[in-house]
T-cell receptor, first 118, second 113 residues
Framework: AQSVTQLDSHVSVSEGTPVLLRCNYS??????LFWYVQHPNKGLQLLLK??????LVKGINGFEAEFKKSETSFHLTKPSAHMSDAAEYFC????????????????FGSGTRLSIRP | KAGVTQTPRYLIKTRGQQVTLSCSPI?????VSWYQQTPGQGLQFLFE???????NKGNFPGRFSGRQFSNSRSEMNVSTLELGDSALYLC????????????FGSGTQLSVL
């Protein structure tokens, strides 16, 4: 069975410093991995997704994530935090079976709240 | 291209009442999924519809139901509301292909008093 663990419920960084949000996953097959962001009173927005094309995935707003199979990790990073990055971040995993997949196969982590200090 | 639209944005109901939430997916998307989001349980999958058929259902009681219309718009209904149903209900649409990314609406915040 697949699962995802976000190792930090809350991360606080100063503006202009690097961001690291940690995610470990468990999957029986070659997984697809996602990072979503949720700003207050908004729905989730896809930041990036990994589907085995390249281990380093670049997303929107300067975020990127690296897939490390040996460590079963998919950590999200950004070189320099901006005040607008303050939000809740969700890591998600989906087992790819080929053909039409289902949203029910996408498992979300519990979320990491990112705070940015001025 | 318009995004996923959910109405209403906020709802306040009392225990025992029923409620209907609406979701209009992105034009051309045939798959609509519903999620319940609470601080304690996080994001939990409710059900998914594809071309007017329920494709999957999560572990929620029968009080939670839904449907999808021929134009892909979807409604979710909760009958006999309980205090624990207070949550943000999110709708997401996708084109339904393998590992297709989900596009979320802003949600309906339901408060049950």
């Amino acid at each position: 069975a697949q699962s995802v663990t976000q190792l930090d419920s809350h991360v606080s960084v100063s503006e202009g410093t690097p961001v690291l949000l940690r995610c470990n996953y468990s999957s029986s097959y070659s997984p697809s991995l996602f990072w979503y962001v949720q700003h207050p009173n908004k729905g989730l927005q896809l930041l990036l997704k990994y589907t085995s094309a390249a281990t380093l995935v670049k997303g929107i707003n300067g975020f990127e994530a690296e897939f490390k199979k040996s460590e079963t990790s998919f950590h999200l990073t950004k070189p320099s935090a901006h005040m607008s990055d303050a939000a809740e971040y969700f890591c998600a995993v989906s087992d790819g079976f080929g053909g039409y997949s289902s949203a029910s196969k996408i498992i979300f982590g519990s979320g990491t709240r990112l705070s940015i200090r001025p | 291209k318009a995004g996923v639209t959910q109405t209403p944005r906020y709802l306040i109901k009392t225990r025992g009442q029923q409620v209907t939430l609406s979701c209009s997916p992105i034009s051309g998307h045939r798959s609509v999924s519903w999620y319940q989001q609470t601080p304690g349980q996080g994001l939990q999958f409710l059900f998914e519809y594809f071309s007017e058929t329920q494709r999957n259902k999560g572990n929620f009681p029968g009080r939670f139901s839904g449907r999808q219309f021929s134009n892909s718009r979807s409604e979710m209904n909760v009958s006999t509301l309980e205090l624990g149903d207070s949550a943000l209900y999110l709708c997401a649409s996708s084109a339904g292909r393998e590992n297709e990314k989900l596009f979320f609406g802003s949600g309906t915040q339901l408060s049950v008093l």
